[in-house]
């Protein structure tokens, strides 16, 4: 079935330090997710990605998806603390459903 | 607040009794989805609606665990005789659309189980 990896599972950084998490699928994704869990929080929608090598901005963030459709990567430049939390990729694998990566958790320092 | 809720935010329970949570979507969405989550892992996908239908079932889910969502609106998941690996977080999500491609879902605030 559908498997969608996350890595890092932890990243810890300075503040002002950039992070990257990156996510990857088994199979070709119709589109993906990205989700925000703030510490004792429900997740919450950042952005959708549908086309085939698509970048997409807001503020520091910078999500990517890849040409084959099955990667794809969150790069926050110069964390600040109201960046922590943990950062889910999620694939449709079919019609509404969402199949979660593990997640990053990222923790920063300031 | 017109986000999605959910009630209780917790629940404690002994193992064998049975629980049930209640749902509220946002009122415009047609799709309802229940989800599990435990420490350190993404939201596990459950069970989902449209409308009134429950289209799709997770194989993980249990004989013991039924969803319902009787007029479209809010939804119940019921857990009958809770084991101790039902302590989780459970999480209900929202969205819209009618057609076959996915929109973001907005989660509730979870209910928070605890079997002793």
């Known amino acids: 079935g559908q498997q969608v990896m996350q890595i890092p599972q932890y990243q810890h950084v300075q503040e002002g330090e950039d992070f990257t998490t990156y996510c990857n699928s088994s199979t070709t994704l119709s589109n993906i997710q990205w989700y925000k869990q703030r510490p004792g929080g429900h997740p919450v929608f950042l952005i959708q990605l549908v086309k085939s090598g698509e970048v997409k901005k807001q503020k520091r963030l910078t999500f990517q998806f890849g040409e084959a459709k099955k990667n794809s990567s969150l790069h926050i430049t110069a964390t600040q603390t109201t960046d922590v939390g943990t950062y889910f990729c999620?694939?449709?694998?079919?019609?509404?459903?969402?199949?979660f990566g593990q997640g990053t958790i990222l923790t920063v320092h300031p | 607040d017109t986000g999605v809720s959910q009630d209780p935010r917790h629940k404690i329970t002994k193992r064998g009794q049975n629980v049930t949570f209640r749902c509220d979507p946002i009122s415009e969405h047609n799709r309802l989805y229940w989800y599990r989550q435990t420490l350190g892992q993404g939201p596990e996908f459950l069970t989902y609606f449209q409308n009134e239908a429950q289209l799709e079932k997770s194989r993980l889910l249990s004989d013991r665990f039924s969803a319902e969502r009787p007029k479209g609106s809010f939804s119940t998941l019921e857990i009958q005789r809770t084991e101790q690996g039902d302590s989780a977080m459970y999480l209900c999500?929202?969205?819209?659309?009618?057609?076959?491609?996915?929109?973001?879902?907005?989660f509730g605030p979870g209910t928070r189980l605890t079997v002793t």
């Open positions: 999620a694939g449709p694998p079919s019609y509404g459903k969402l199949t």
């Open positions: 999500a929202s969205s819209s659309g009618p057609g076959h491609g996915s929109y973001e879902q907005y």
